[in-house]
C-alpha cells in the first residue's frame, strides 16, 4: 500500500534547499500541502531571503502539488505562530511538522564564543520546541499529529568542533521523548531523523566522493513513513547513503549494592561488571528506570535476608 496525504497539510523548516527541499518534494508528490518554510540566511544564520521558499514552492506547483512559501525565522515565536496560522486559515489545519531548519557555526570549545552557542541552540532546540508548540494544541483538539525532529550523529555520537551543534541536537532526544509521551492519548507521534548527507551544512566536513554518495533524498524515505498515518511513535532514525537504522538509548543491567558500599571504590571496583552491556534494555520512560532500581535493591534484600 503506497503511503499518502491526501487532505494533510505540512510544514517542513529550512526547507529552502538539501534536506527540506527533499522533504517538501517528497510530501507534496504524495498528496500533501506542504508550507515551505525557509528564513534563507546563510548558513551560520545571517541574512534572510524568501527565494529559496518560492524555488522550491515552483517546483511543487510545476510537478502538480500544492504549496506555499514562508519565510518566518523558527527562532521567533511570534513568526512561527504567524506561519501557523497563515497555513491553518489557507488550508484549515497543520496536520504534519517536520522541524529541520538549522545553522552552523562550528569551532573547537576553546575558541567558541557565548553568542555562537546561544544561536545555535536558539535555532535548533529553541526553534523546534516553538514549531512543535505553535502546532500542538491545534494536533490535540483534532486528535491526530506527526512531527518528526531532527538530531545529528554529532549530538548522539559527538564531533570535533561542534558542542553547540551537538548539545542542540541532544535536546531533541529529551523534547521527543516528552512530548511522544504526552501525545499518545491524542494521537501524536514524535519521532527523530538523525541524517548522513550532502547538503550545505556538510560540504566543507567530507570528501567529494563520500558526499556523492550521500544526497540529501536517500534521507526523505525515512522522513515521509514517521511522518505517515501508521508511524511508530519515540523512533529515532538513522538514515544516509540507502542505509536505514533505528539508533536506541541503552542502560546497562547493572549492579545493586548495599548501603554500607555506597563509594567511589566500590564502583571502582566494579566498574566492568556495572558497564557490562550483555543484558543492556532500552527503557520506555523514565519511571521505568525507577521501577528497575526498586526492584534491584527488593531482589538484593530478600536474597540477603
Not at 527533499?22 to 534563507?40: E, Q, W, Y
Not at 557555526?105 to 576553546?110: E, I, L, Q, T
Not at 526553534?127 to 545529528?152: D, H, P, Q
Amino acid at each position: 500500500m503506497s503511503i499518502r496525504y491526501d487532505g494533510r497539510v505540512a510544514i517542513v523548516t529550512g526547507a529552502g534547499n538539501g534536506l527540506g527541499r527533499a522533504h517538501a518534494l517528497g510530501l507534496a508528490s504524495r498528496g500533501a500541502k506542504v508550507v515551505v518554510n525557509d528564513f534563507g540566511g546563510a548558513r551560520d544564520g545571517t541574512g534572510g531571503s524568501l527565494t529559496a521558499a518560492e524555488t522550491v514552492v515552483e517546483e511543487i506547483r510545476s510537478a502538480g502539488g500544492i504549496a506555499m512559501a514562508d519565510g518566518a525565522d523558527v527562532s521567533n515565536f511570534e513568526q512561527v505562530q504567524a506561519m501557523v496560522a497563515k497555513a491553518t486559515s489557507e488550508w484549515g489545519s497543520v496536520d504534519l511538522m517536520c522541524a529541520n531548519a538549522g545553522i552552523l557555526r562550528d569551532k573547537s570549545f576553546a575558541k567558541m564564543e557565548l553568542a555562537d552557542f546561544a544561536k545555535v541552540l536558539d535555532v535548533h532546540l529553541t526553534g523546534t520546541f516553538y514549531c512543535c508548540k505553535a502546532v500542538w494544541e491545534g494536533m490535540r483538539a483534532r486528535n491526530y499529529g506527526r512531527i518528526v525532529l531532527t538530531t545529528s550523529s554529532s549530538g548522539l555520537y559527538g564531533n570535533f568542533g561542534q558542542a553547540n551543534y551537538g548539545a542542540a541536537k541532544t535536546g531533541m532526544i529529551g523534547l521527543m521523548n516528552v512530548l511522544a509521551e504526552e501525545g499518545r492519548k491524542t494521537d501524536i507521534r514524535v519521532n527523530t531523523i538523525s541524517p548522513t548527507a550532502a547538503t550545505r551544512m556538510t560540504e566543507e566536513l567530507l570528501p567529494p566522493d563520500a558526499l556523492a554518495m550521500m544526497k540529501p533524498e536517500a534521507i526523505t524515505p525515512a522522513v515521509l513513513f514517521l511522518l505517515s498515518e501508521n508511524a511508530p511513535t519515540r523512533t529515532i532514525m538513522g538514515a544516509g547513503s540507502g542505509s536505514f537504522a533505528v539508533i536506541r538509548l541503552l542502560e546497562s543491567e547493572g549492579v545493586n549494592f548495599a548501603e554500607a558500599d555506597w563509594s567511589p571504590d566500590t564502583i571502582a571496583a566494579h566498574f566492568a561488571e556495572i558497564s557490562d552491556m550483555a543484558k543492556a534494555r532500552a527503557l520506555e520512560g523514565a519511571f521505568h528506570q525507577t521501577q528497575k532500581y526498586i526492584a534491584q535493591a527488593q531482589a538484593r534484600i530478600k536474597a540477603n535476608r
